[in-house]
């Protein structure tokens, strides 16, 4: 069974950070291109930020550049989203996902091409 579990959020207060974790199991996640989507309440879901199978090239969403930093442990069969100077619009429920492709560049946010994806985790992000 393919699953991705996902793990480290919280509340945290404006200005603050957290490291997110999804952990795998029943595949191998270097073989996949590995995003973070968010969805606030009463918004669409947003991709955030992707990890490539090609080559851990990395691409993110305009709101996050230079705040949140998406990496990956093979080793650990593990993705991670480091969120740094997080902000109030930052609150929402975060998800991972993996589309399988070895060899494949990120190329958008097309929520129906990834096949697996997690149960999510709720940041908040207030004071």
């Known amino acids: 069974q393919l699953q991705l579990v996902e793990s480290g959020g919280g509340l945290v207060q404006p200005g603050g950070s957290l490291r997110l974790s999804c952990a795998a199991s029943g595949f191998t996640l270097e073989d996949y291109n590995m995003a973070w989507f968010r969805q606030a309440p009463g918004k669409e879901q947003e991709g955030v930020s992707c990890?490539?199978?090609?080559?851990?090239?990395?691409d993110y969403v305009d709101s996050v550049k230079d705040r949140f930093t998406i990496s990956r442990d093979n080793a650990k069969n593990t993705v991670y989203l480091q969120m740094n100077s997080l902000k109030p619009e930052d609150t929402a429920v975060y998800y991972c996902?993996?589309?399988?492709?070895?060899?494949?560049?990120?190329?958008?946010?097309?929520?129906?091409?990834?096949?697996?994806w997690g149960q999510g985790t709720q940041v908040t992000v207030s004071s």
């Open positions: 990890i490539s199978s090609m080559d851990d090239s990395t």
């Open positions: 996902a993996a589309d399988y492709g070895p060899g494949n560049y990120c190329s958008g946010y097309k929520f129906y091409e990834y096949e697996v």
